[in-house]
C-alpha cells in the first residue's frame, strides 16, 4: 500500500528559491498571475470535516444507487463486480496523481490551473471547459434521477414538479455560499455514507436468509441466470465480454467526481493538511462502499429482473429497493427510497457546486468573461452559480420521453467528459514528474507522495487504460440491427469535443508548449505555507475518533 501519511514536516520544504524553475515560463502566464488576484474574493471556508465528506460522499449518488441497475442487467453479477473494480483501481491511480499535485499547489481552479502551468495553456482552457461541460451535463442527469426516485411512489404527477422542487433546493444552497455547500454536503453525505453502510449490512441479512420469507439466497443468482450476461443474445464468450464491457461506462458515470477536491482546494481551510486526509479515503470509498455495494447488489437481484434497466419505463429504481420489495419488508422501501433521494439531491448539489468554480478558474485565467470571476464581499461567485443554475434547466427534455431514458444519456456524455478529465490530470501529471526529475527535486520532500507513483507509474497506467475505454466507449452502436444516433452522439462527441477546443484555443492564442526545464514550482507557494499550519492534537478518546474520521 502506499505511504499515504502526510508529514507535517514536509509542509515547509518548499521555501520560494528562484534556483527552482522560473518564476514564469511566458507573458501570458504573467497576465494570468495579475489576473489571479480576483481569487481574493474566494474564502477558504471549507473544514476538514467538509473536505472529508467531500471526498467520501460526496458523489456518491445515483450512479451506484440507480445506475447499477443497468449495469447489473448488461454484465450481470460478475461483470458487475469487475467493471467497478476495474474502473476503481483506474480512479485510485488518478487521485494519488492528483493528490500529489493539488497538496504541493491547492489553487483556485485546481487541475485546470496547473495544467496551465506544467502542459499548455491551451491545454487548461481545454480541460477547464471540459470540466465545466461535464458539470452542467451531469446536472439535470441527477435532478432526473431524483424524479425516478419519486417515481416509485408517484406517477401521476407531472415530473416537472419534482424536478423544479429539487433544482430549487440546489441552487439555495449553493447561493449561501462554499461554508453552507460544505456543511449542506457533510450531512448529505452523512446520510449516504449510512445508507450504503446501511444497505451493504442488510443485503448481507437477506441474503443469508434474515428477511421475512427466511429464504437463503446466497450465490443463486450467480448460478441461475448466471454470473455474466450474453449481452444483446450475441453467443460465447465475445458477448460475455462485451457485456462486462458495457459495465465500464455506467461505472465511470458512479466514480466521476472524485476530484471534486481538486476543484475545492482554493476555498479550503489548512490544505496542506486537508487535501491529502481528503484524498487518501478515496481507497475506502472504492472499497467498502462500491466494491461492496457492487458485490452485494449481484446477490441480491438477478440480472434478468424487470425494471433494472432505466429505459425501460417500469424501473422500480434502485436494485436495493427492488431487492427490499422481493424479500417481502414492508414501508423499508419507501425509507430507502427516501434517503436515497437526499443523495441525488447532494450529487446536484456537488454539481452546481463544481461547474460553478470551474468556470471561476477558467475567468480568473482569462479563459472565459471576466464576470464569471465576480464575487460577493461573502466569497460567493454568484454570477458563475446563477449561469450554470440555468443549465439544470435541460432536466425538462425528460418530460418528452421516459426520466430515466434521459439519465442515461446525460450518464453516457458525463462518462466520456468525465474520463477525459481524467486523462488529462495524469497527462498533467506526468509532465509535473518529469518536472520534479530535471529540475533535481525530490518528491519525498512534497507534501504528499505514493510509490505508486515513481517513474509516473499509476498516472501511465490510468492514462492508457482511460484511453483505450473512451475509444470503445460506443461499439454497441455498430452491432448489427443496433444503431442508435443518439448513443453514438453522447458516447463520442466529448472525444471530438476535447481536441477542437485545444488546437482552436492553441491558434487562437499562440500558446507555447511548458518544457521541463521551464516548469515554475515557485509562485503561490509563499501564499499556501501562509495558509497552512499546525493544528492542536486530539487530548481525548472522541477527539481521536473524530480526527481519525474526519
Known amino acids: 500500500m502506499a505511504s499515504l501519511e502526510y508529514d507535517d514536516k514536509k509542509s515547509g520544504a518548499y521555501e520560494p528559491q528562484a534556483s527552482i524553475g522560473p518564476a514564469s515560463h511566458d507573458d501570458a502566464y504573467l497576465a494570468a498571475a495579475e489576473e489571479i488576484e480576483v481569487h481574493a474574493g474566494l474564502k477558504r471556508t471549507l473544514k476538514s470535516r467538509h473536505m472529508a465528506m467531500i471526498s467520501i460522499g460526496g458523489v456518491i449518488g445515483t450512479g451506484l444507487f ?9 454484465g450481470g453479477p460478475l461483470g458487475l463486480f469487475l467493471g467497478y473494480a476495474l474502473m476503481g483501481s483506474i480512479c485510485y491511480a488518478v487521485m494519488i496523481s492528483l493528490g500529489e499535485l493539488v497538496a504541493f499547489l491547492p489553487l483556485p481552479g485546481g487541475h485546470i490551473t496547473l495544467a496551465r502551468r506544467f502542459v499548455d495553456p491551451a491545454f487548461s482552457f481545454t480541460l477547464g471547459w471540459n470540466y465545466w461541460y461535464n458539470w452542467v451535463i451531469i446536472l439535470p442527469a441527477e435532478l432526473n434521477a ?26 439555495v444552497i449553493n447561493l449561501f455560499g462554499a461554508g453552507a455547500y460544505g456543511e449542506a454536503e457533510f450531512w448529505f453525505a452523512s446520510i449516504k455514507v449510512l445508507t450504503i453502510t446501511g444497505l451493504i449490512i442488510l443485503g448481507i441479512i437477506i441474503t443469508a436468509g434474515g428477511g421475512p420469507d427466511h429464504t437463503s439466497i446466497g450465490f443463486q443468482y450467480w ?85 433494472l434497466a ?56 482569462r479563459q472565459a468573461p471576466k464576470i464569471f470571476a465576480r464575487t460577493t464581499k461573502s466569497g460567493l461567485p454568484y454570477v458563475a452559480v446563477g449561469t450554470c443554475a440555468l443549465f439544470g434547466t435541460l432536466s425538462y427534455m425528460s418530460l418528452g420521453s421516459t426520466a430515466g431514458e434521459v439519465f442515461n444519456y446525460f450518464a453516457n456524455l458525463t462518462a466520456a467528459a468525465g474520463l477525459l478529465t481524467w486523462w488529462g490530470i495524469c497527462f498533467i501529471y506526468i ?19 505514493t510509490f505508486l507513483n515513481r517513474g509516473a507509474f499509476a498516472a501511465w497506467y490510468a492514462l492508457v487504460l482511460i484511453s483505450i475505454i473512451l475509444f470503445f466507449s460506443g461499439y454497441t452502436v455498430f452491432l448489427s440491427g443496433n444503431w442508435s444516433t443518439s448513443t453514438f452522439i453522447t458516447s463520442y462527441f466529448p472525444l471530438a469535443f476535447f481536441p477542437c477546443l485545444f488546437v482552436g484555443w492553441k491558434l487562437f492564442k499562440k500558446t507555447k508548449f511548458v518544457r521541463a ?16 499550519y499546525d493544528e492542536p492534537a486530539p487530548t481525548n478518546f472522541a477527539a481521536k475518533v473524530w480526527s481519525w474520521l474526519m
Open 431 to 449: 509532465r509535473f514528474n518529469k518536472g520534479l526529475r530535471v529540475q533535481g527535486i525530490d518528491r519525498a520532500t512534497l507534501p504528499y507522495s
Open 223 to 307: 448460478r441461475n441466470p448466471g454470473p455474466l450476461v450474453q449481452y444483446e443474445g450475441i453467443p460465447g464468450a465475445l458477448g460475455r465480454f462485451l457485456g462486462f464491457w458495457a459495465v465500464l461506462t455506467q461505472a465511470a458515470f458512479s466514480y466521476i467526481g472524485t476530484e471534486i477536491v481538486a476543484i475545492a482546494a482554493g476555498e479550503a481551510k489548512n490544505p496542506r493538511r486537508n487535501l491529502p486526509r481528503a484524498i487518501k479515503r478515496v481507497y475506502v470509498r472504492i472499497l467498502l462502499f462500491y466494491l461492496g455495494g457492487t458485490f452485494i447488489i449481484g446477490l441480491l437481484v438477478p440480472s434478468n429482473s424487470t425494471g
Open 66 to 74: 440507480l445506475g447499477t441497475g443497468s449495469a447489473l442487467a448488461n
Open 146 to 171: 431524483a424524479a425516478v426516485l419519486i417515481n416509485l411512489w408517484n406517477k401521476t404527477i407531472n415530473n416537472a414538479l419534482w424536478i423544479s422542487i429539487c433544482l430549487i433546493v440546489v441552487v
Open 310 to 365: 432505466l429505459n425501460s419505463g417500469t424501473a422500480l429504481a434502485s436494485p436495493f429497493v427492488i431487492a427490499i420489495k422481493k424479500a417481502g419488508i414492508p414501508a423499508l422501501p419507501s425509507i430507502i427510497n427516501a434517503c436515497l433521494l437526499t443523495s441525488a439531491w447532494s450529487a446536484a448539489s456537488s454539481d452546481l457546486y463544481t461547474s460553478s468554480r470551474a468556470l471561476v478558474g477558467l475567468a480568473l485565467t
Open 517 to 532: 526545464h521551464e516548469m515554475d514550482f515557485v509562485s503561490d507557494l509563499a501564499e499556501v505555507e501562509a495558509d497552512s
